[in-house]
């Protein structure tokens, strides 16, 4: 049986902005805050392109959606 890594916040904002700098170049920033109206929100923001923004019950699930958005770019651009 496999035992499951919890990894921390923190740690998921480097895997992003890892993958992200590794395939669009300069990444201006990584973050998440709390929206009253929306709930977390995860934002990445790139000096060359627009941002991308994913939202999720909590901070964690609004870092996956956005690592989930991210990496489907990324297929999507290697397919073509």
Known sequence: MEIKEN???QERIE???KMAKGHF???RFVGIKF???IGWIAKIQFDEFDSLVA???NADDA???LRKRVKKIIERYNMV
Do not use: Q
Request: hydrophobic share 15%.
């Open 15 to 17: 895997r992003i902005h």
């Open 25 to 27: 170049g300069e990444v």
């Open 63 to 65: 870092l996956k959606n």
């Open 55 to 57: 939202e999720g019950e």
């Open 35 to 37: 929206h009253d109206k």
């Open 7 to 9: 990894r921390s916040t």
